[in-house]
């Protein structure tokens, strides 16, 4: 097909597509009779293209079905591009119209009716936890079926020589007395690695992105702090896409059934 032809949006595609299948419009094909489906400035190319396809053999009707396959896939791409939005920190800095991360947690959180999973590298605690964490912790202390499960990297210090018991005793203490302000406490675990002391075993968990429901997933540069949800310059993609939800959740649970990743034990 022209590039004019195959650009054409979906309702003039699916005019001509009517057109040429109810016997309206046949060949020879005239600019004239195109007037009512396309702009003028096009008409001409995609006359030209409707008397090449014609002379190739192509009846009206064949024509049309190809318009429809075309405005179904044109369709179905839109949906998914309504499905995809942009995030980004700070929104001062924000030039081509994006969600606020911040506003986008929130807004995740305040939706989640069943299950919620974090998978930040970095969390931050006190008041600054509360500010992020706070109405999720509400909602999840008002509805017992509410599951939450928070994947986190517990941070070794460079040359630090305290044994990994001890760091991760640390983190739960953290965890249990600073970080989650509600009465019920999330499901956590870890990445064991993040504790190792020699260098070449040592890695971190450093993947960032919340999913809801198994339905919503924001994959995001930002982890869970006050920074870089506010401060930071941090991009990320809101997906409304069962699917790419499920996948995602469905690889932390293997990493959990696998041993890679560790509860932490919080009382």
Known sequence: MSERLSHLGRPALLSLANALAGGTMSAPYAVASLAQHVRMEDAPAITAELAEMHADGMAPRHIARCLALLAEERLATQQMADRVELVWSPPELDHVDCRDTVVVVQDLFAQAKESVLIVSYAIDDGFKAQTLFGKLAQRMDANPALAVRVIANVHRKHKDQTPSAVLLAAFAKRFRDQLW???RRPEVY????????EGSKHAVLHAKCVVIDGRRSLLTSANFT????QRNVEVGVLVD?????????????RLVDEGVVCSV???
């Open 181 to 183: 302000p509600g009465a």
């Open 190 to 197: 870890h990445y064991p690695r993040s504790l190792e002391m």
């Open 226 to 229: 006050e920074a870089a949800q």
């Open 241 to 253: 896409d069962e699917k790419l939800a499920q996948r995602l959740v469905r690889q932390f649970e």
């Open 265 to 267: 034990r919080l009382s």
